[in-house]
């Protein structure tokens, strides 16, 4: 990983071409059998939660949380393998709330503890946030989320009111705030689509240091915008919220890509695993179909695919 460091529980994103796997005979299509696998301290692997987007398709993405930080400027190619096939067995570890750094999909009706302030929320300073928003107050609702960054203390406040004016619903803005101040209306913008009463939309947003960017419906809003300075809430809204996930983000974020192709079994090593060789996955050399028939004959029909995870 050239550049930031990641901190521990920061979320790594795999894109995964399912589509091809599937085609290919390496996996299901409903993906139970795509499990990550940490690698402590060269001891036996184990598995780790993970969430799955994009079933089916050429861009599907497998989620996962960093069990240990790792340092900038560094390559790590041996702590998390993606597994595939059938030797993967049981059940399978999903939970998003260990995947991301907050998630709540209101699946409960008692509030998650970490809904309650924790030391001031100091430990959060460089965030991305997506959520579902519905409002279904009045025309003259000013809905939206408000970011507070680095210092929540209620005195010295930082951070945005993201804005959707229903009276103009084709537009969105900011209230900065800074030092519990109102910044007023800034970076007025436009909406991909018309904000409206009683109906979903889809925001994410991206605040490192005194910068912001924003995403409505997947479409880019605002683009790194810098202020010094969030809002006041001055009108009567109901607005719902749903499918919230925080997750860490760092200046230069990890390119994220899969390693080595290597079959094998789970109650193997990695430096012992299977080497390619077989119809599906033909080997590069005829000495690796040797070495892998030879492997092969002492092992069961039964598998699962192993691919490194390259943090560069």
């Not at 409903?30 to 089916?56: F, T, W």
């Not at 597994?83 to 509030?111: E, I, K, Q, R, T």
């Not at 969105?172 to 009683?198: E, H, I, M, V």
């Amino acid at each position: 990983m050239k550049g930031s460091s990641l901190p521990k529980h920061y979320t790594i994103s795999v894109p995964v071409n399912h589509r091809e796997l599937i085609d290919r005979g390496l996996t299901r299509d409903n993906g139970e059998d795509l499990q990550i696998y940490y690698h402590a301290n060269v001891q036996h692997p184990v598995q780790i939660d993970r969430v799955l987007s994009g079933l089916g398709t050429k861009s599907a993405t497998v989620q996962f949380r960093l069990q240990a930080r790792i340092s900038a400027n560094t390559v790590d190619d041996s702590s998390y393998s993606l597994v595939l096939g059938s030797a993967v067995s049981g059940s399978v570890m999903d939970n998003p709330d260990l995947v991301y750094a907050f998630h709540d999909d209101f699946s409960s009706s008692a509030m998650k503890k970490e809904w309650a302030t924790n030391n001031y929320g100091f430990i959060w300073k460089d965030v991305e946030v997506e959520l579902d928003l519905m409002e279904t107050g009045t025309k003259q609702s000013c809905t939206g989320p408000f970011l507070r960054v680095s210092n929540v203390d209620h005195s010295k406040t930082t951070g945005w009111w993201f804005e959707y004016y229903l009276a103009h619903r084709n537009s969105c803005t900011t209230r900065p705030q800074f030092n519990n101040k109102d910044g007023g209306w800034k970076y007025n913008s436009k909406l991909p689509t018309a904000f409206t009463l009683n109906t979903w939309f889809h925001f994410r947003y991206q605040v490192i240091g005194d910068r912001f960017s924003q995403w409505a419906n997947n479409k880019l809003v605002h683009d790194n915008v810098q202020d010094s300075a969030v809002m006041c809430l001055l009108t009567i809204v109901k607005t719902l919220y749903d499918n919230i996930k925080v997750r860490f983000i760092v200046t230069s974020p990890p390119k994220i890509t899969l390693g080595v192709f290597l079959p094998g079994h789970l109650s193997q090593p990695l430096s012992q695993s299977n080497l390619l060789g077989e119809k599906k996955l033909p080997a590069a050399s005829c000495k690796q179909i040797h070495d892998a028939s030879l492997v092969n004959s002492k092992t069961s029909g039964s598998r699962q695919e192993w691919h490194l995870l390259d943090q560069d």
